[in-house]
Structure formats: structure tokens, C-alpha cells
């Protein structure tokens, strides 16, 4: 279903409901507290760290100690199905969410 090139869908009720896909994560504002992880059921996000040159890296057991913060990243945004769970627990408002517009 398409309204002006934006692709929508339906609930189960009826209703008209319009997916907004996960974008980004704002690096400097994510506290890597995991509770968007936790909710999605989708395997769309890694806990990545930053290390002391502010480089975004994967937590390894070599790598540790090493790590300045933890941040989530997403590493699979084509499983996104754009419920936005992510955002709505995210402590930080971290996430930007765009709607899928067709051509």
C-alpha cells in the first residue's frame, strides 16, 4: 500500500500504519546500555566500543581493556521492520528513524 511514494501497511485491526526504518544512532549520545538490543527481536544491532582515538571497534576479549565506552551500532539494517521499538526504550533518544519512500 502507497500513499504519495510512502510505503505503508496495515495493523491487524485496520488501521493504517506507516514504518519509519532506524536510520542512525547518535554515537555521542548512546550510553551502550543495551535496552534497545534487548527489545528488538530483529538482530539488527552489535554493542560495538570506541577506543581512546574515538574509533568505533568490536568488543573482543583482546580488546577490552582498551575500550573508553560502549555504544550500540546497527549491523544489519535490512532486517529493520521499522516497529521503532529501539527508540521508544532508548533512555537517550539516540535513534533517528526514517519512513521508506518508493520512487
Request: aromatic fraction near 4%; glycine fraction near 10%; charged fraction near 30%.
Amino acid at each position: 500500500m502507497e500513499k504519495s511514494g510512502t510505503v505503508m501497511g496495515t495493523t491487524r485491526g485496520g488501521a493504517v500504519w506507516i514504518p519509519r526504518f532506524v536510520e542512525s544512532i547518535d554515537e555521542e549520545k548512546c550510553i551502550g546500555c543495551g535496552r534497545c538490543f534487548k527489545v528488538c527481536g530483529r538482530d539488527i544491532l552489535s554493542l560495538m566500543g570506541v577506543d581512546s582515538e574515538g574509533a568505533v571497534v568490536p568488543i573482543t576479549v583482546d580488546n577490552e581493556d582498551e575500550i573508553d565506552k560502549k555504544v550500540m551500532s546497527i549491523a544489519h539494517p535490512e532486517r529493520c521492520i521499522g516497529c521503532e521499538a529501539c527508540a521508544k526504550v532508548c533512555p537517550k533518544k539516540c535513534y533517528v528513524h526514517r519512513e521508506l519512500v518508493s520512487s
